[in-house]
């Protein structure tokens, strides 16, 4: 009786311990599910203050533009889901920092917050991405000259007794001169066809003109005749097939992106490369189709004939050349643009150990030393990390030429520095060494004197030769702080013995040296540096450029360039984000690598 | 002596099994389920945690390294490892000019389910503090791509932005439980 009494009520107790670790497992989940959500509104909130501190940004850059640089900021502007705070401070005479706050639900208590800095300029971004550069003129280097970097080449490169190449080296396919297929406008018959954004209800995003190949051949690059209005973003380039009178959409040939930067306020030709380089057909027809988003204040022209003076295409444009049933409109005219097809075989070609210690790409490599790995389609006497190439896993047969590079300044780039320029007065040629030199367009020659020292604001035009004889420098003002500068040439410059050019002294800043000169037809050099001539940027898109003995520049964009003995270029980091000032004349945009969130 | 039959007790000792069962069966189910929902809580805390520094970490690049310069420790970029070359900053928080700070995501090297973040500051010259952290656990699968302006896929050192996926798996007993996070993001300073 007395062990049955003691049994009772041992289910309860069993009954209340479930029940206890039930519900407390069940207010763990509870809890951790509250934790979740809480965690969840934390992330989402986060990157809510993020948008919105980013639209601060593009609002401050468009009030700045809109208003000549007269905006100061804004205490509060409210969005959908928050609000941004802007403040402005000028950093020196054309560079600004944005300071931009993004708050959810608002400045008044806010949940969540962000800060974004980022500083802008008036100037134009420009990208060296290789040491060195070269147009379809191609790269010699002899004599233990040496490249401290990787070369990218539209034309051939040889490299003779112990020349090296540090980095990778890279030939294009060989692009031809004149283009396949072209058109362009001729004033009066000029108009603007207006794209990237809602013009008269219509909204204008993506705008292709056809055209018909009059050779079988594969497809380099593409030229379009654009400028821009405010500060639109890249926007893709397509090659598509045609289906009954229009783009179509299921047959994309090629892809490449339109550069923004190369891109100005006035027109000019502007390349597009694609990532791939297929074959198209003689005789039919194919569409070069723009795809932009909707901005109404960052948007682009394109030139139109309005004579439809070009016999072998036509223009259309649509609000979505993706979407499931696309409707594309005509538009009367001819868009002005040109097509570049076929190509030649290029090369890269050594002798008495020629180096290359990154990886070669080339449709032929002769000759050669590379350390790291081989892409070609012939070969003949390379040794690729060591060894030669039968049963080599570093060496790759068959792989398909690398495509052309455009320039990294745009003839429309060069053509904004001289309007800046010309913005700052002129004055004739000068013989002799002044103390300094404002931004202005100098018509003639610029001879300086042996020893010569000169501070310069940029941009500078010359219209003639420039000359710094023996030991010259040319400085550009600290005022310009981390912004770069350009003398622009349309003549010949020679650097003499020790002559140099330096940027602003702030790390980053540089002052490049640029000559319009044509040597394609009789080969005149159009930079031309001598023995200590150092730490320089030299540019010479249709010209060519020789580095004499011992020469030693951080990189080298030409045509065509020539390093002799003992002659180095060698590439820093910070050239592939350069900021180069266009004076009081130009718009704000971003410089690059400023943007930091806080 | 008054006291149970012998069918009483029978019954009651059935009632009372049977309430266990039901009893124990319940707390398994429980736990179970504590078990389950625990691990997605878990999972959401890491994925959100991850998908917000890899993604603040790439709006702040300056370019995607091939490679950690460093001979030591050696990580290369590719399609479970992404390095970033984050601007340094100074003791003001300001960007330092051409000095960069490596920013590795990854699987741990030695436990391939570890998802693990690297911060290696400029020595001498970033104010940044190196980092070792684990982003989250339990990694069934890790990818990223390297895509151009235009979306299509480029080399690492080419590339505009960056598609991230992470998958977790977590077992719970005889079940398991998966969860994902994705994104695209673009670089800021490129």
């Known amino acids: 009786m007395l062990t049955c009494l003691n049994e009772k009520g041992q289910l309860f107790i069993f ?51 809109a208003t000549a640089g007269n905006y100061n900021g804004d205490s509060e502007i409210q969005l959908d889901t928050g609000s941004f705070s802007v403040s402005i401070t000028n950093i020196d005479a054309s560079t600004k920092k944005i300071t931009s706050t993004g708050y959810v639900p608002g400045k008044a208590n806010p949940k969540s917050q962000k800060t974004i800095e980022m500083q802008i300029s008036k100037g134009i971004g420009v990208s060296f991405n290789y040491g060195v550069q070269v147009g379809e003129g191609g790269l010699d280097m002899s004599n233990n000259a040496i490249v401290n970097g990787s070369v990218y080449t539209n034309g051939n490169i040889i490299l003779e007794n112990s020349s090296t190449i540090t980095g990778d080296a890279y030939v294009a396919g060989g692009t031809q001169p004149s283009a396949d297929q072209q058109h362009d406008c001729q004033d009066p018959n000029c108009l603007d066809f207006i794209f990237g954004k809602n013009v008269n209800g219509n909204n204008q995003l993506d705008v292709a003109q056809s055209f018909v190949p009059a050779q079988t051949a594969v497809v380099n690059k593409v030229s379009l005749k654009l400028k821009k209005f405010g500060s ?13 009178g229009s783009p179509n959409k299921n047959d994309v040939k090629a892809t490449g992106t339109l550069s923004a930067n190369l891109v100005t306020l006035q027109y000019g030709f502007v390349d597009i490369v694609f990532n791939t380089t297929p074959s198209l057909s003689s005789g039919v027809t194919y569409w070069i189709v723009a795809d932009t988003s909707s901005n109404s204040s960052n948007y682009w022209a394109w030139h139109l004939d309005s004579l439809s003076g070009y016999s072998r295409g036509a223009p259309k ?24 097809m076929g190509g030649v075989s290029t090369y890269i070609s050594g002798s008495n150990n020629a180096r290359i210690n990154g990886s070669a790409h080339a449709n032929t490599l002769q000759n050669l030393i590379i350390s790291s790995h081989a892409y070609y389609q012939v070969q003949s006497g390379i040794t690729v990390n060591g060894s030669q190439c039968s049963n080599n896993p570093n060496c790759h047969p068959g792989t398909p030429d690398p495509v052309p590079q455009p320039m990294p300044i745009s003839d429309g780039n060069i053509q904004e520095w001289e309007a800046a320029a010309a913005a700052g007065g002129q004055q004739n040629g000068l013989s002799g060494c002044p103390s300094a030199l404002p931004s202005k367009k100098i018509i003639g020659n610029v001879s300086l004197t042996n020893g010569c020292q000169i501070t310069v604001d940029a941009p500078i035009h010359i219209t003639g030769n420039l000359l710094l004889n023996n030991g010259s420098k040319i400085s ?30 702030t790390p980053g800043s540089y002052l490049l040296a640029l000559s319009k000169y044509d040597s394609r037809q009789d080969g005149v050099l159009a930079i031309e540096t001598d023995n200590g001539s150092s730490s320089m940027i030299l540019y010479a898109p249709k010209g060519r450029i020789q580095l004499h003995n011992n020469a030693a520049l951080k990189e080298v964009t030409a045509w065509k360039l020539t390093l002799d003995n003992g002659s180095s270029v060698t590439y820093e980091t910070g050239l592939s984000g350069l900021f180069f000032s266009t ?8 410089i690059k690598g400023s943007y930091q969130i806080k | 002596m008054k006291g149970f039959t012998l069918p009483e007790i029978l019954i009651a000792i059935t009632i009372s099994a049977l309430a266990g069962v039901l009893l124990i069966s319940f707390l398994v189910q429980n736990n179970g389920l504590f078990m389950n929902e625990n691990a997605k809580v878990s999972q959401g805390l890491s994925l959100n945690d991850a998908s917000s520094q890899i993604t603040n970490a790439v709006k702040s690049a300056s370019s995607i390294a091939t490679q950690y310069p460093q001979s030591s420790p050696q990580f290369f970029t590719g399609a479970e490892t992404l390095i970033l070359a984050l601007p340094s900053i100074d003791s003001q928080s300001q960007i330092i000019e051409n000095v960069y700070d490596y920013y590795v995501v990854t699987k741990d090297p030695q436990n391939p389910n570890i998802l693990r973040k690297y911060l290696f500051p400029s020595a001498g010259q970033s104010q940044r503090s190196s980092e070792n952290q684990v982003l989250a656990t339990n990694l069934s699968s890790l990818k990223f791509l390297y895509l151009d302006e235009s979306g299509s896929t480029v080399s690492p050192s080419q590339a505009a932005k960056v598609n991230f996926s992470i998958n977790l798996t977590t077992s719970t007993g005889i079940n398991s439980n998966s969860a994902s996070a994705s994104g695209e993001v673009n670089l800021k300073n490129n």
Do not use: H
């Open chain 1, 15 to 65: 009954s209340l311990i479930v029940m206890s670790l039930v519900a407390l497992t069940t207010v763990s989940l509870i809890s951790g599910a509250l934790t979740f959500k809480q965690n969840t509104n934390y992330s989402t909130n986060e990157v809510q203050a993020i948008n919105l501190a980013e639209a601060g940004i593009d609002k401050a850059v468009a009030s700045l533009n």
């Open chain 1, 232 to 244: 639109p973003p890249n926007f893709t380039v397509r090659i598509l097939g045609n289906s009954n």
């Open chain 1, 317 to 340: 444009w649509s609000s979505n050349w993706q979407s499931s049933n696309p409707v594309w409109n005509s538009i009367p005219g001819d868009l002005a643009f040109k097509i570049y």
């Open chain 1, 476 to 505: 550009l003002n600290p005022q310009y702080g981390a912004a770069s500068g350009v003398i622009v040439v349309d003549g010949t410059i020679k650097m003499s013995n020790n002559s140099k050019l330096f940027g602003s002294g």
């Open chain 1, 583 to 590: 004076g009081p004349g130009g718009t704000f945009s971003a």
